[in-house]
């Protein structure tokens, strides 16, 4: 459980390439999310052609960066898409994409099947339509279901269905693993972050403190539900959950954004945690020589949690997660397991008040196609 100690820090160093680099291809997108992290909709007239993406590709290739999560805005409204995606593992780079599941039709899932070094994850946010639509936009939860039902037609393989965990959600956490237990699916938990449109929303769809101990112990009784270490401030109430248990921002990860920014994390796309951009130099250079990651991979302060016991287990929390609700990033998470977060934002007397950058939202979501 958790990653050993050197292991730990020599990835708080950073290392020569990201573990995991997050590429959203597109802010287009026909849904609108109300916790979408991008604040995604309308496409910017500015992202990457076709030539630039593939030679990003070559250039993540030549890095020997073993994969790429590709997500969006919903990926599959590129109309190179697949280009670029079979351009990728042409180049022997995994793609892991995310996607709401509407452009995914027969064709088009058997279509990915007979791609090599290719993972999905649809997006959904409840066990039901009704809990899931009120997030997702109405009839997103049964396009959604579509998509993995052409999936398994197409047999694709163990697909993965990506949940983020909210206050109306988490009592359908046997739900989840049921449906994906299903479709022969794997279930991917991932933390709501107050990022993007999330920060209009974050406060009543949060999990209360006792909904978030409901969800340790589920996941310590479950090492196989993936997480991408979205929950390691939870790991203060006891055995760490699995995974390095640390905020890896322009350590281990970063994200590239669909005009070439490229971003400490996926969770900050915010001009304060703007390292460079990949036009410009390149995203090796960025990586390497942004002045922003070298001081990211300094060694850290626990800060106000100096004095709590449990700081090696959660490390203080989530980047993101303080940013975005006027905290300082020595100070506690915001969602800390011992109200530490919650005395800090009391005594600051803050606001959610940083906007997120830039923000590509549309007031209306396309319609969703009935196919």
């Given at each position: 459980?958790?990653?050993?100690?050197?292991l730990r820090?020599?990835?708080?160093?950073?290392?020569?390439?990201?573990?995991?680099?997050?590429?959203?291809?597109?802010y287009a997108?026909?849904?609108a999310?109300?916790?979408?992290?991008?604040?995604?909709g309308?496409?910017?007239?500015?992202?990457?052609?076709?030539?630039?993406?593939?030679?990003?590709?070559?250039?993540?290739?030549?890095?020997q960066?073993?994969?790429?999560?590709i997500?969006?805005g919903?990926?599959?409204m590129?109309?190179?898409?697949?280009?670029?995606?079979?351009?990728?593992?042409?180049?022997?780079?995994?793609v892991?994409?995310?996607?709401?599941?509407?452009?995914?039709?027969?064709a088009?899932?058997?279509?990915?099947?007979?791609?090599?070094?290719?993972?999905?994850?649809?997006?959904?946010?409840?066990a039901?339509a009704?809990?899931?639509?009120r997030?997702?936009?109405?009839?997103?939860?049964k396009?959604?279901?579509?998509a993995?039902d052409?999936?398994?037609?197409?047999?694709?393989?163990?697909?993965?269905?990506?949940?983020?965990?909210?206050?109306?959600?988490?009592?359908?956490?046997?739900?989840?693993?049921?449906?994906?237990?299903h479709?022969?699916a794997?279930?991917?938990?991932?933390?709501?972050?107050?990022?993007?449109?999330?920060v209009?929303?974050?406060?009543?769809?949060?999990?209360?403190?006792?909904?978030?101990?409901?969800?340790?112990?589920?996941?310590?009784?479950?090492?196989?539900?993936?997480?991408?270490?979205?929950?390691?401030?939870?790991?203060?109430?006891g055995d760490?959950?699995?995974?390095?248990?640390?905020?890896?921002a322009g350590?281990?990860?970063?994200?590239i954004?669909?005009?070439?920014?490229v971003?400490?994390?996926?969770f900050?796309?915010?001009?304060?945690?703007?390292a460079?951009?990949?036009?410009?130099?390149?995203?090796?250079?960025?990586?390497?020589?942004?002045?922003?990651?070298k001081?990211?991979?300094?060694?850290?302060?626990?800060?106000?949690?100096s004095?709590c016991?449990?700081?090696?287990?959660?490390?203080?929390?989530?980047?993101?997660?303080?940013?975005?609700?006027?905290?300082?990033?020595t100070?506690?998470?915001?969602?800390?397991?011992?109200?530490?977060?919650?005395?800090?934002?009391a005594?600051?007397?803050v606001?959610?008040?940083?906007?997120?950058?830039?923000?590509?939202?549309?007031?209306?979501?396309?319609?969703?196609?009935?196919?």
């Amino acid at each position: 459980m958790g990653a050993d100690t050197s292991l730990r820090n020599r990835f708080e160093r950073g290392l020569a390439a990201p573990i995991c680099l997050t590429w959203e291809l597109t802010y287009a997108c026909n849904l609108a999310c109300t916790h979408c992290l991008s604040s995604s909709g309308r496409r910017d007239p500015n992202e990457l052609t076709t030539a630039q993406a593939k030679a990003l590709i070559d250039e993540i290739a030549a890095m020997q960066i073993f994969y790429v999560n590709i997500g969006g805005g919903e990926p599959m409204m590129r109309r190179d898409f697949f280009e670029l995606v079979e351009h990728a593992v042409a180049q022997h780079v995994g793609v892991k994409f995310s996607t709401n599941g509407t452009r995914i039709d027969a064709a088009a899932a058997q279509r990915l099947a007979g791609i090599d070094y290719l993972d999905i994850q649809v997006s959904i946010d409840g066990a039901d339509a009704e809990t899931s639509d009120r997030i997702r936009g109405v009839g997103s939860y049964k396009a959604a279901r579509r998509a993995m039902d052409h999936l398994a037609d197409a047999r694709f393989g163990p697909f993965k269905i990506s949940v983020v965990m909210t206050r109306d959600n988490i009592a359908q956490l046997d739900a989840f693993e049921r449906l994906a237990a299903h479709y022969g699916a794997q279930l991917r938990l991932t933390r709501l972050r107050p990022s993007g449109r999330g920060v209009d929303v974050w406060e009543s769809l949060r999990p209360t403190s006792a909904q978030n101990r409901e969800l340790y112990h589920w996941l310590l009784e479950r090492p196989h539900v993936l997480t991408g270490d979205s929950f390691f401030h939870l790991s203060a109430l006891g055995d760490p959950l699995d995974g390095l248990n640390l905020c890896g921002a322009g350590r281990v990860v970063c994200l590239i954004d669909p005009v070439g920014e490229v971003y400490a994390c996926p969770f900050v796309i915010h001009d304060e945690f703007r390292a460079g951009n990949v036009r410009d130099q390149g995203f090796g250079a960025v990586w390497r020589e942004s002045e922003l990651f070298k001081s990211l991979r300094e060694p850290g302060s626990a800060g106000a949690c100096s004095s709590c016991g449990s700081y090696d287990a959660c490390r203080g929390g989530c980047m993101a997660a303080k940013f975005f609700t006027g905290l300082e990033l020595t100070d506690p998470d915001p969602e800390c397991v011992f109200g530490h977060g919650e005395t800090a934002l009391a005594k600051k007397r803050v606001v959610l008040r940083r906007v997120p950058s830039p923000d590509h939202s549309r007031r209306v979501a396309v319609a969703i196609s009935s196919r």
